[in-house]
């Protein structure tokens, strides 16, 4: 007879067979039994947080920095409770994750037990997929197909639930067994024939673009060297959306820089006035589209995605492609070579041409201020500080984030997390500490706001007990900014709680929690303090000061299209936005 | 392609959608595991879609397969994205829109409880024999019709009852195949 395991045993066996180096996790009554074959294992490091959404999200950053499958281990009820917000963020942002949540014993399931949560039926709406492991036999392999699902197709987060009993059960174990499922697999290879249609529409076009998103991402680095040849092949501009930031270096003349709603104007106007968009791993997003019926009016749409569900969703296409970005990429690029197709390059350098018009308008330039800290100037010495450093960086949400999305310039890809589909504040510490957990010799910083960095605040405590020399670069406006620049627009610049009055001394703090604090106030100081933060071998709190009305521009506003766009020297932001315009968000 | 409108749109896209809605028939082949009914369910009132009638049985013990056939109204393109959205569920199997597919076969169910003396009584059951409805229950005061059919033959027998004495009605919801030798 096969050796028997328990359950807990049997969690710990699969994760190592899954190749899992590092486990964010928090503990409690209903997940003691695998927390006490954790503590008799050493074949992967449990890092304890401080709060189960730390856990979910430090899974989130260890993921989008590496590729790997995240994994958290949580408690049952408000453990679980906890990690919602994770769980969604992962869903949102296609983030591939494995959440095991502790239960009541299976005989205490629906009798409101003790920190009892129908855990099944509140992640089913925010998970790729999710399970409940009630009897010891089906354990391993639902661990196994966990996995699978979680990494494979458009990733996402993945909860096992499992009860107490079901941990301390014995039962035998299974190796992961071939790769596959019953009824889900997902479509890596795109219809050759379309393919081939969107080759002859590549080369035919006049005025093209690449879209592209965090699809190419999540396919692999292969794509990213793909998009790269494809695009210096074709000599075609790029724009990515938020979560696409890196897969193509922003040092090519064919960037264009980010697009959508705080995109740059020379990206928003190649979309609008395109003749064929050529949308990679992206997934036509409200803030990319803005007024929907005046999105990209005049071009033919080609859509490369792995999840047919993206397809028409919002913005209807002429040339769907399911599949894999680098599969679907790779047979592109040699149908390409194999035809050389001659583009149009009378019409390809007059797009070029107005192209540079466009650039010509420097939509991210900004009044300097000598006396205070402009948060761009900021991000711009930031990037010019660390741009040699082996740099990862995360964001929080508001201002900040876009702000470290326009001036920081990503060349690689996994190189920049951050929370796009779901915008939670509280995401860039955490998501630190799980890159500079997966990445411990690189220089890891996360661009925060004053409001954001105090929603997760406390994981500075597990980046010091860890020895995570993370940096928190915030930029302290004093404002929660971007809800105050929606009120600037929108509603007569009364600002309805939204300017934070007791905000902590973040020096002290950092020091409370046995980190570094840094502090810069003027311009003049900011070059040294940045030098001083990536010299220090501890976490950093670095309060710097900013001038703490700047806005985020350029920025079309609600209701508007792409060619409506508010640029930094428009004078009366508050009358920008239609009535109409105004009641939506 | 989009054709630009004067109205104002949204970041948020709340703008009408011009195309007319129609009734589609959607079988969806499921794993019969615990919650899978749940996960269709709470996709379609999470994104807000419409369920006029839904069945679910199992239609394969050995396989553990069920059948859920559901009717909803949208857009072609809420239709559209109905069938991916379910088609991406883990559980799923495959989903046919057999309105899309061509010809098909919808056959419901219902017991309808009529209550009456004299004529009224009289008259209903002469109409129940013209629907050929079976009487599955009687008393002197009462009739529980069976009848099977298209959805719209029950609801004009329905219709018809309601001034016999009709209290009250049980529906199955539709069950539904293609027509033809294919497999769906
Ligand atoms: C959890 C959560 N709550 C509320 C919001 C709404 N929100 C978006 S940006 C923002 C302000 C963020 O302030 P801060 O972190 O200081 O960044 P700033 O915009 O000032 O750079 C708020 C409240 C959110 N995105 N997430
Ligand atoms: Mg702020």
Same mark, same amino acid.
């Given at each position: 007879?096969?050796?028997?395991?328990?359950?807990?045993?049997?969690?710990?066996?699969?994760?190592?067979?899954?190749?899992?180096?590092?486990?964010?996790?928090? @503990?409690?009554?209903?997940?003691?039994?695998?927390?006490?074959?954790?503590?008799? $294992?050493?074949?992967?490091?449990?890092?304890?947080?401080?709060?189960? $959404?730390? /856990?979910?999200?430090?899974?989130?950053?260890?993921?989008?920095?590496?590729?790997?499958?995240?994994?958290?281990?949580?408690?049952?009820?408000?453990?679980?409770?906890?990690?919602?917000?994770?769980?969604?963020?992962? &869903?949102?942002?296609?983030?591939?994750?494995?959440?095991?949540?502790?239960? !009541?014993?299976?005989?205490?399931?629906?009798?409101? /037990?003790?920190?009892? /949560?129908?855990?099944?039926?509140?992640?089913?709406?925010?998970?790729?997929?999710?399970?409940? !492991?009630?009897?010891?036999?089906?354990?391993?392999?639902?661990?196994?197909?966990?996995?699978?699902?979680?990494?494979?197709?458009?990733?996402? @987060?993945? !909860?096992?639930?499992?009860?107490?009993?079901?941990?301390?059960?014995?039962?035998?174990?299974?190796?992961?067994?071939?790769?596959?499922?019953?009824?889900?697999?997902?479509?890596?290879?795109?219809?050759?024939?379309?393919?081939?249609?969107?080759?002859?529409?590549?080369?035919?076009?006049?005025?093209?673009?690449?879209?592209?998103?965090?699809?190419?991402?999540?396919?692999?680095?292969?794509?990213?060297?793909?998009?790269?040849?494809?695009?210096?092949?074709?000599?075609?501009?790029?724009?990515?959306?938020?979560?696409?930031?890196?897969?193509?270096?922003?040092?090519?003349?064919?960037?264009?820089? &980010?697009?959508?709603?705080?995109?740059?104007?020379?990206?928003?106007?190649? &979309?609008?006035?395109?003749?064929? *968009?050529?949308?990679?791993?992206?997934?036509?997003?409200?803030?990319?589209?803005?007024?929907?019926?005046?999105?990209?009016? #005049?071009?033919?749409?080609?859509? %490369?995605?792995?999840?047919?569900?993206?397809? #028409?969703?919002?913005?209807?296409?002429?040339? @769907?492609?399911?599949?894999?970005?680098?599969?679907?990429?790779?047979?592109?690029?040699?149908?390409?070579?194999?035809?050389?197709?001659?583009?149009?390059?009378?019409?390809?350098?007059?797009?070029?041409?107005?192209?540079?018009?466009?650039?010509?308008?420097?939509?991210?330039?900004?009044?300097?201020?000598?006396?205070?800290?402009?948060?761009?100037?900021?991000?711009?010495?930031?990037?010019?500080?660390?741009?040699?450093?082996?740099?990862?960086?995360?964001?929080? !949400?508001?201002?900040?984030?876009?702000?470290?999305?326009?001036?920081?310039?990503?060349?690689?890809?996994?190189?920049?997390?951050?929370?796009?589909?779901?915008?939670?504040?509280?995401?860039?510490?955490?998501?630190?500490?799980? %890159? $500079?957990?997966?990445?411990?010799?690189?220089?890891?910083?996360?661009?925060?706001?004053?409001?954001?960095?105090? *929603?997760? *605040?406390?994981? &500075?405590?597990?980046?010091?007990?860890?020895?995570?020399?993370?940096?928190?670069?915030?930029?302290?406006?004093?404002?929660?900014?971007?809800?105050?620049?929606?009120?600037?627009?929108?509603?007569?610049?009364?600002?309805?709680?939204?300017?934070?009055?007791?905000?902590?001394?973040?020096?002290?703090?950092?020091?409370?929690?046995?980190?570094?604090?840094?502090?810069?106030?003027?311009?003049?100081?900011?070059?040294?303090?940045?030098?001083? *933060?990536?010299?220090?071998?501890? @976490?950093?709190?670095?309060?710097?000061?900013?001038?703490?009305?700047? #806005?985020?521009?350029?920025?079309?506003?609600?209701?508007?299209?792409?060619?409506?766009?508010?640029?930094?020297?428009?004078?009366?932001?508050?009358?920008?936005?239609?009535?109409?315009?105004?009641?939506?968000? | 392609?989009?054709?630009?409108?004067?109205?104002?749109?949204?970041?948020?896209?709340?703008?009408?959608?011009?195309?007319?809605?129609?009734?589609?028939?959607?079988?969806?082949?499921?794993?019969?595991?615990?919650?899978?009914?749940?996960?269709?369910?709470?996709?379609?009132?999470?994104?807000?879609?419409?369920?006029?009638?839904?069945?679910?049985?199992?239609?394969?013990?050995?396989?553990?397969?069920?059948?859920?056939?559901?009717?909803?109204?949208?857009?072609?393109?809420?239709?559209?994205?109905?069938?991916?959205?379910?088609?991406?569920?883990?559980?799923?199997?495959?989903?046919?829109?057999?309105?899309?597919?061509?010809?098909?076969?919808?056959?419901?169910?219902?017991?309808?409880?009529?209550?009456?003396?004299?004529?009224?009584?009289?008259?209903?059951?002469?109409?129940?024999?013209?629907?050929?409805?079976?009487?599955?229950?009687?008393?002197?005061?009462?009739?529980?019709?069976?009848?099977?059919?298209?959805?719209?033959?029950?609801?004009?027998?329905?219709?018809?009852?309601?001034?016999?004495?009709?209290?009250?009605?049980?529906?199955?919801?539709?069950?539904?195949?293609?027509?033809?030798?294919?497999?769906?």
């Amino acid at each position: 007879m096969a050796r028997e395991f328990t359950g807990a045993e049997i969690v710990i066996k699969a994760l190592a067979e899954q190749g899992v180096e590092h486990l964010f996790g928090y @503990p409690g009554g209903a997940v003691l039994p695998i927390y006490d074959e954790i503590f008799q $294992q050493n074949s992967f490091q449990h890092i304890l947080v401080r709060h189960e $959404q730390g /856990a979910l999200h430090a899974a989130e950053g260890y993921a989008r920095s590496t590729g790997e499958v995240g994994v958290a281990l949580v408690t049952s009820g408000p453990g679980a409770t906890n990690a919602v917000t994770g769980l969604t963020d992962a &869903m949102l942002d296609s983030i591939p994750l494995i959440c095991i949540t502790g239960q !009541v014993p299976t005989a205490l399931i629906g009798m409101d /037990a003790f920190q009892e /949560a129908d855990v099944v039926g509140i992640t089913r709406p925010c998970t790729k997929h999710n399970y409940l !492991v009630k009897h010891i036999d089906d354990l391993a392999k639902t661990i196994h197909e966990a996995f699978y699902i979680a990494r494979t197709g458009r990733p996402g @987060p993945v !909860v096992i639930d499992i009860p107490k009993d079901i941990q301390f059960a014995s039962g035998p174990y299974q190796s992961p067994k071939k790769v596959g499922h019953s009824t889900y697999r997902p479509q890596l290879k795109g219809d050759q024939n379309d393919i081939r249609k969107a080759v002859e529409l590549i080369a035919a076009a006049k005025r093209p673009v690449f879209y592209t998103g965090g699809g190419v991402i999540n396919s692999g680095s292969a794509a990213s060297q793909l998009l790269i040849e494809l695009v210096k092949m074709t000599d075609i501009p790029i724009t990515s959306t938020l979560m696409g930031l890196g897969a193509f270096p922003a040092s090519e003349r064919q960037w264009l820089g &980010m697009l959508g709603m705080h995109g740059t104007y020379e990206a928003n106007l190649a &979309m609008h006035d395109c003749d064929l *968009m050529i949308n990679i791993g992206a997934r036509f997003d409200d803030r990319i589209t803005g007024r929907l019926d005046a999105f990209s009016p #005049n071009s033919t749409k080609i859509h %490369v995605d792995i999840d047919k569900s993206s397809i #028409n969703k919002t913005v209807k296409v002429d040339l @769907p492609i399911i599949g894999d970005v680098a599969h679907v990429l790779e047979d592109l690029l040699r149908i390409w070579k194999d035809k050389s197709p001659k583009q149009n390059s009378k019409a390809r350098a007059a797009w070029w041409q107005q192209i540079d018009r466009w650039r010509e308008k420097k939509c991210l330039s900004y009044k300097p201020d000598a006396e205070k800290i402009m948060p761009q100037l900021a991000i711009e010495r930031l990037y010019e500080l660390t741009k040699h450093e082996d740099t990862y960086i995360t964001t929080e !949400v508001g201002q900040h984030q876009m702000w470290a999305a326009q001036y920081y310039r990503f060349e690689e890809p996994k190189r920049f997390m951050t929370s796009g589909g779901l915008g939670t504040m509280g995401y860039g510490l955490p998501a630190a500490l799980g %890159v $500079q957990v997966a990445h411990p010799d690189s220089l890891v910083i996360d661009i925060g706001g004053d409001g954001s960095v105090q *929603m997760t *605040m406390q994981e &500075m405590s597990t980046a010091v007990q860890h020895g995570l020399p993370i940096k928190i670069f915030i930029l302290n406006n004093s404002y929660l900014g971007m809800v105050r620049q929606w009120q600037e627009l929108l509603h007569g610049g009364r600002y309805s709680h939204s300017y934070s009055e007791a905000i902590p001394d973040f020096v002290k703090l950092a020091e409370a929690y046995g980190g570094v604090g840094i502090r810069a106030e003027k311009p003049d100081e900011l070059d040294d303090a940045i030098k001083e *933060m990536i010299s220090v071998d501890k @976490p950093v709190l670095f309060d710097c000061m900013v001038q703490n009305l700047a #806005n985020c521009f350029p920025m079309i506003p609600s209701g508007e299209a792409h060619n409506h766009m508010l640029l930094a020297d428009s004078e009366d932001i508050g009358s920008a936005i239609s009535e109409k315009g105004k009641v939506l968000v | 392609m989009n054709t630009p409108q004067q109205t104002v749109g949204s970041a948020y896209f709340i703008t009408k959608d011009s195309d007319k809605e129609e009734s589609h028939t959607l079988s969806v082949l499921v794993d019969n595991e615990p919650g899978v009914l749940a996960r269709v369910i709470g996709l379609i009132a999470g994104r807000g879609y419409n369920i006029d009638s839904l069945t679910v049985s199992e239609i394969s013990h050995q396989k553990h397969i069920s059948r859920i056939t559901l009717v909803t109204i949208g857009t072609p393109q809420v239709i559209e994205q109905i069938t991916h959205q379910l088609e991406r569920l883990i559980p799923v199997h495959r989903v046919y829109d057999l309105t899309a597919g061509g010809p098909h076969i919808e056959r419901e169910l219902a017991l309808v409880k009529v209550i009456g003396k004299g004529d009224a009584r009289v008259e209903a059951l002469r109409l129940a024999e013209a629907f050929r409805a079976l009487v599955a229950d009687a008393s002197t005061e009462h009739f529980v019709f069976q009848i099977t059919g298209r959805p719209t033959k029950i609801d004009q027998f329905i219709s018809l009852m309601k001034p016999l004495g009709l209290v009250n009605v049980a529906r199955t919801g539709i069950a539904a195949v293609s027509r033809g030798a294919e497999q769906i």
